[in-house]
DNA sequence: TTTTGAGTTGTTCGA
DNA sequence: GTCGAACAACTCAAA
């Protein structure tokens, strides 16, 4: 039997649209696949609570999928990094070594694997390429996560873009992605299996039962992913353009998660619908593909903002208000509802995330890292390129970012998206028996109306933690002195 | 080469 | 009540 060729399996969880498992079954030899647990190796940005559940769902999904093919998913852990100083071999990199330990096991001669984009993964990956070829390993990566390599997306100045606007029309112009292949059938296996780790191992589940909300709300996995995308397709689809923006309906796709541990491809959701059909959804996948464009092309941006004179701008840092935006305490009911979705499903609106965004930055004025960080830790469909993109947009320092004068009025918003209040009462239930449209501005109701709906401010719902005309206005003035700085400073 | 027009998601104010 | 203007600065691509 020929010597296997490890199938290295990270953030591709699928079998159908694979470009690595495809090209490792058209070798013809036998396919060892394997997950290699190393967190360590994407600090700052390891995965957050809520993508450690997804994770554990969805290899346990992959896994199943593998023994129904005559396959195995084999989970190794890469070793903790070495203490500083420490004595003994120096290896070359957790996940590397234990790739080579695989390679030695199994005596597999070849490593396929499919590419990550994040600014760490893409350091640690090239240096493994080169390492592994350096030892006579074959060692191949594949697109199977992006429409378009972020790498060959210049405009004619050869500088990477940094509007919206012409980066799809150009990548739209250049683009014929390939019809995707189905799952293979079977997966030839090696004459013998290396030892691997039970899944429970890598301890991706919370110990601390959290996550029934999680369980109840979404199906991780490739099937899960291909149903999400069929229900989609067989009604909100038509409406997608209206129906987007009404939070608390199943207006859009929620293929997210599945899109970020490559449970579905951008490919296959090119190829899914009629063209007619998918125009303005198919400019959503644009935007992913410019979030992976900017991170892969402007690495610092998820720390940093895209635009330097941001540096100066005047964060507040008030811990109590960014503690109880976190728990959904805000007093300002759209806000609260949205981040009561966030903590109870792991997931929130998109219309509802901008919101947020908007109320935190701006009205609250604390920095967008820490709002990036919070949805990092919370989000199932954490994503480094979108929620950078994401945050940026909303603080004003990104790319194509909205202009500085636009800030969300969460109670006009909520009247033009959530007039029946629906949204509100389902995820801040203590406010349902107020009538609309006072349910998106309780501090406006009389005494006698807060009585007769069961509220008492201050106690059962808390009072607004700002002022929504004067912290807009606040941050206005804000955003005149960070400029006025820059003006001074020519 | 230089100029010009256009560019995801909004709000407020005054006519 | 409706409507248009104002609210920056900068990138990019087409003319």
């Keep these: 039997m020929p010597p296997s060729v490890l199938l290295w399996i990270r953030q591709d969880l699928r079998l159908a649209d694979n470009p690595a498992l495809s090209a490792a079954l058209e070798r013809g030899s036998p396919v060892l696949p394997v997950f290699v647990w190393a967190p360590d190796d994407e600090e700052p940005w390891a995965p957050g609570a809520a993508s450690c559940w997804w994770l554990h769902q969805s290899l346990a999904r992959l896994s199943a999928d593998l023994v129904a093919r005559g396959s195995r998913l084999i989970i190794r852990r890469a070793a903790a990094p070495a203490a500083q100083g420490g004595s003994g071999t120096a290896g070359e990199g957790p996940a590397l070594d234990a790739l080579r330990t695989l390679l030695r096991d199994s005596g597999a001669r070849a490593v396929y694997w499919n590419r990550r984009y994040e600014p760490a993964l893409v350091a640690r990956d090239t240096k493994i390429k080169q390492a592994l070829r350096d030892s006579g390993i074959e060692a191949e990566s594949f697109n199977a996560a992006l429409l378009a390599e972020p790498r060959d997306v210049r405009n004619q100045s050869g500088r990477p873009f940094q509007v919206f606007t012409p980066f799809w029309k150009h990548v739209r112009a250049t683009l014929d992605p390939p019809h995707p292949t189905p799952a293979p059938a079977t997966i030839a296996a090696p004459a013998s299996w290396p030892t691997s780790l039970a899944l429970d191992e890598l301890a991706l589940r919370p110990t601390i039962r959290w996550d029934a909300g999680l369980a109840e709300a979404w199906q991780p996995g490739e099937r899960g992913a291909a149903q999400n995308l069929e229900r989609f397709l067989a009604g909100p689809v038509r409406d997608y353009d209206d129906a987007r923006n009404v939070p608390g309906t199943p207006g859009t796709s929620r293929l997210s998660a599945h899109?970020?541990?490559?449970?579905?491809?951008?490919?296959?959701?090119?190829?899914a619908a009629p063209e007619w059909q998918q125009r303005q959804f198919v400019t959503e996948v644009g935007w992913r593909e410019f979030a992976h464009h900017l991170l892969f092309h402007f690495p610092r941006t998820t720390d940093e903002p895209l635009r330097g004179e941001f540096l100066k701008f005047p964060w507040l840092g008030d811990r109590a208000h960014l503690a109880a935006w976190q728990r959904g305490r805000t007093g300002v009911p759209l806000v609260d509802a949205g981040m009561r979705e966030l903590w109870?499903?792991?997931?929130?609106?998109?219309?509802?995330?901008?919101?947020?965004?908007?109320?935190?930055?701006?009205?609250?004025?604390?920095?967008?890292?820490?709002?990036?960080?919070?949805?990092?830790?919370?989000?199932?469909?954490?994503?480094?390129?979108?929620?950078?993109?994401?945050?940026?947009?909303?603080?004003?320092?990104?790319?194509?970012?909205?202009?500085?004068?636009?800030?969300?009025?969460?109670?006009?918003?909520?009247?033009?998206?959530?007039?029946?209040?629906?949204?509100v009462r389902r995820w801040v239930p203590e406010l349902a028996r107020l009538p609309a449209p006072l349910i998106h501005s309780p501090w406006e109701a009389d005494a006698a109306t807060l009585r007769g709906a069961g509220i008492a401010l201050g106690d059962s719902y808390p009072r607004p933690l700002v002022d929504l005309k004067a912290s807009r206005e606040a941050a206005l003035a804000a955003y005149q002195q960070m400029r006025g700085g820059a003006a001074s400073n020519t």
């Design 259 to 271: 899109l970020h541990f490559g449970e579905i491809s951008p490919r296959q959701l090119w190829h």
């Design 344 to 423: 109870s499903t792991g997931w929130m609106h998109n219309r509802v995330r901008m919101i947020v965004a908007s109320y935190l930055v701006k009205n609250l004025r604390l920095p967008w890292q820490d709002g990036a960080r919070w949805f990092w830790d919370t989000l199932v469909d954490a994503d480094l390129a979108s929620n950078t993109l994401g945050w940026q947009w909303s603080a004003g320092c990104g790319a194509d970012a909205a202009p500085y004068f636009r800030v969300f009025n969460p109670v006009t918003q909520g009247v033009k998206f959530d007039p029946e209040g629906a949204y």
